[in-house]
Each structure stands twice: as C-alpha cells, then as structure tokens.
C-alpha cells in the first residue's frame, strides 16, 4: 500500500497565489502535467480542457496583476464531473449514447464556478450516466484508487475522488444520486459533501433520477469543500426545483465547539455486513465526540434498511423516463445500416448503452408498467415518506447522524462487477439520506491496517449544510488523516 504524503490546503494555494510564489497559469500547467504523468495507470480524466483553461488562468493572473481578487477560487484549479455540461466541450456521461456531444451552455455549477474565477482543467471518469458504485462502468473503461490500483474508487464520481486523491487538482465536482459523492470520497481518502436537494441548481446536469440528483463539492480536506460549496450554492430560476434560500456564510462553516452536541448513532451503523476496521473507526469517532463534550446516543431509523430496496425501484424508473430521449432519432448515437424504425430505436439504444444502463432502464420500464406500477413505484414512494418521517423523528432528539459512509474499504475492481445486488449494498448507509433529500457529509476518518481509506457519514436536517461542514471541520482539526494523498506523486 501505499504511505500518505500532506497535499497542500485551498487556503495555501490561494495564498501562494496572492503573494505571487504561483501563478493561476503555473498552477493550471501543473494540473495538466499531473494529469498527463499519472492518469495512464488512473484513468480518472475522461478529457483535458487546456484551451479554456489557459483563457481562464489567464484572466485570473490579469485580475491579480490589477489587484483586483474574486474570491478564494480565484486561479485554483478544478475538475468536473464529465455529467455537467460543459459549453462547446465534448461531455458525454461517459455514455457511447452520447460521444460526440457538446452542449450548447455551461451548466449553472460550471458557470458559477468560472465566475468565482476557477480553472476548470477537464473532466472526470464516473460509472456511465451515473449508474453504478465502482467506476467500472464506463464507456471510456474503469477508474483506479490512488491508493491501491488493483481496488476501485468507488462510483459514480469515482474520476472526481481519485483526481483528488492524487492531487491533479485541489477541487472538484462530482454528483450523488444514491451516495455516488460520498460513497468514493470515503474509498479514496476525501471529503465529499452531498448538498441537499434543491440547494444546488441541476440546469445543465445530465438527469439520471431528477427527484434525486445532486452536485456537490468534493476536495482532500472538509475545510476545502466550504469555498467550492457556497459558489455553486443558491436558487436559480432556471430550475424550478432550485431553492431561493441563502446561502451560509463562511464563518458559520468554521469549526465550532463540540461540546452540547448530541449526535444519533442507528444502530445498523455497527450492523451486520459493516468491515470490523470500519467499525473501529466509527468507535473511535464516537469517543472522539464524546471525550470532547458531545453527547452520543442511540437513534431510531427503522424504515432505512428499506431504503435500498425502494431506491432501486424509484432510480431506475425516473432514469427509463429520463433516458427514453436517447432514442437515436431525438438525441443520441443512431445506428447505421439498418431497415425498418424498430430496429432503430432497438439498435441505437443496445448499442450506445452499456450493460448498468440497460439494466436499470429495464427494470424501471417494468416497475412503472400498467399493472405492476401501483405494487413496486406506488410503495416505493410510500415507503420514500416513511424515511423521510423517520429522519424528521430522529432529528427531534439529535443534532447530527453518524454513520459509516461505507460497509466496507474500497474492494477489487473486478470483485463486485459481476453481482449487481452487492454493488447496490455498498451504498446502503448514503441512500437513506438521499431519499429523505437530506444534506450528508463524508469526511475522512483514517486508515485500515491494509493502508485503505475509512470514511465516516454525517447527516443533517435539510439545508443545515453549514452545521455539517463546521462540526466536519472540528473533526478533521483534532485528527492528522485529512488531506493526505498518495505516495509518490508531489504535492
């Protein structure tokens, strides 16, 4: 395995930038050489974007020259997740379906992104359109761990978590559908906030499951995540499920006292499944907590352990809604060679999508058809507000919920790929919270014996992200094991 080396802070960069020993173009062009040194053995970059990254650096470097600043973000390179569009840049989800596309706009999040002055430097791999927990599944082939290239990153924003890890760029941007920010962020050694529905704006996302879908932060530090957090944050009337709400300042994501915090612990969390190693370190997070004041007290979630079972009825049936678009005639790969409209469409769509895609396209388009939809999507949803209602209880009586952000470290690339069902547990303790819409934070929590990253899950009531990131903080301030990056890359 391989040792941990510091990785330097947002906060360093920003202030090496200010005080000219680097320059946002220096900065881009190591991202670059970075990438272009390690991704052979990673392959957590789909594609390079130097170009627009040279005019952004550029611009950033003639801001400072004039005194002129943006804000933390200014100059500091970035990755996005290749699911975000991207204006006139190929983005295709990973998705055959899709090769060739270049969107006509910049998503918000992209948007915003460049006008805090980031540099965004390309795009990250993720499993196809979103679909899966591992990073296997896509169409430009399988993402590694930094920390052991023989296990995988953890999906769907596997690329952005690995990029990270290795230390291609400080930030980046990943999305969580059933935990896919949280669940990678946990396997490579990062943090990784899932905001909560509705505060981040989804324009310019490709829709997987748009009741669901989320773009949040993901950086080697949960201090990091703060500046990138608040400027994709905030309503947009390009998206009506966008809340106007504001947006959290700086100094209430800061760490804070500990000490009269009551924290609920379910107690699947120590459940049959979970890794011993990842138990213990979710025991010593808990006497962490404790021993600083905090109260720790058993929670009730009892309808959670449904949660994969009924997330994997709604997902797939709003992705087969979601992707019916990609047809070969409306949008999409369309086959050649071929005779009548049937085989069209059956062509196009077998032959763009890969084997995860078809599965949960297929399994949605039965779940919401005439005479199954009342059984399986109508109690799915039933049971969606049942969760929803056992997280409202439970945050009468806690501030926050600790859990395991996985069962277990990041396995063998090729162990689970063949057993859909033992992927789909994998995400077990994030699907909970992305039911209930609710904020969740995965923030590193140390190591196995083996050299593997552990990461712990923190929930929060909706829109309390600021509570997270600063009780997030508090814990990463009292431990040595954030913001470490792999041996044998600088950084």
């Not at 040792?3 to 360093?12: S, V």
């Not at 919920?401 to 690339?413: F, H, N």
Request: overall charge negative; aromatic content about 6%.
């Amino acid at each position: 395995m391989r040792a941990p080396l510091p990785a330097p802070t947002l906060a360093e960069l920003s202030t090496a930038l200010e005080e000219g020993r680097h320059s946002a173009a220096g900065l881009k062009q190591a991202a670059l050489d970075r990438i272009a040194a390690l991704d052979g053995e990673l392959n957590a970059v789909i594609r390079t974007t130097p170009e627009r990254a040279a005019a952004a650096a550029a611009a950033s470097d003639a801001r400072r020259e004039r005194g002129e600043r943006l804000g933390p973000l200014d100059g500091v390179p970035v990755l996005v997740k290749g699911l975000i569009g991207m204006a006139g840049v190929e983005t295709d989800g990973a998705s055959k379906i899709l090769a060739g596309y270049r969107p006509p706009y910049d998503a918000t999040a992209v948007a915003r992104l460049e006008a805090a002055g980031a540099v965004i430097v390309g795009q990250t791999n993720l499993d196809e359109l979103g679909m899966g927990s591992a990073t296997v599944f896509s169409a430009h082939g399988a993402c590694a761990n930094p920390w052991d290239p023989e296990r995988t990153p953890g999906g769907s924003s596997g690329g952005s978590a690995a990029a990270v890890a290795a230390g291609y760029a400080p930030l980046a941007l990943g999305t969580d559908t059933g935990g896919s920010i949280r669940q990678p962020a946990a396997l490579c050694g990062v943090a990784g906030l899932k905001p909560s529905y509705g505060r981040v704006s989804r324009r310019g996302l490709f829709a997987f499951a748009s009741s669901l879908d989320q773009i949040g932060p993901m950086a080697p530090r949960v201090a990091d995540l703060v500046p990138l957090f608040r400027s994709i944050a905030g309503g947009d009337p390009l998206d009506a499920t966008c809340r106007e709400l504001p947006v959290p300042e700086a100094a209430d994501c800061a760490p804070s006292e500990l000490a009269g915090l009551t924290i609920g612990l379910p107690a699947a969390a120590r459940g049959e499944g979970v890794d011993s190693e990842v138990i213990a370190r979710l025991d010593a997070a808990v006497a962490f907590f404790e021993g600083t004041g905090a109260r720790v007290r058993e929670v009730e979630l009892p309808h959670a352990e449904l949660g994969v079972a009924c997330y994997y009825v709604l997902a797939p049936a709003e992705a087969s809604s979601n992707l019916s678009r990609y047809d070969g005639v409306r949008f999409g790969r369309r086959a050649q060679g071929v005779t009548s409209l049937g085989e069209l469409y059956a062509r196009s769509r077998s032959e763009g999508f890969g084997p995860e895609v078809q599965r949960r396209i297929l399994l949605g388009t039965f779940v919401l058809s005439s005479g199954y939809y009342e059984a399986y999507y109508g109690t799915a949803q039933r049971v969606r507000g049942l969760i929803a209602r056992d997280f409202e209880a439970a945050f009468a009586q806690v501030d926050l919920i600790l859990t395991p952000t996985s069962p277990t470290p990041a396995w063998r690339r090729d162990e689970k790929q063949d057993d859909p069902l033992a992927m789909y547990l994998a995400d077990v303790f994030t699907i909970p919270a992305s039911l209930a819409g609710l904020p969740a934070l995965s923030l590193p929590a140390g190591f196995t014996a083996a050299g593997l990253p552990v990461g712990l899950q923190l929930v929060a009531p909706a829109f309390q992200e600021a509570r997270l990131l600063s009780v997030g903080s508090a814990f990463e301030d009292a431990h040595d094991f954030a913001g470490l990056a792999p041996v044998g890359e600088e950084a």
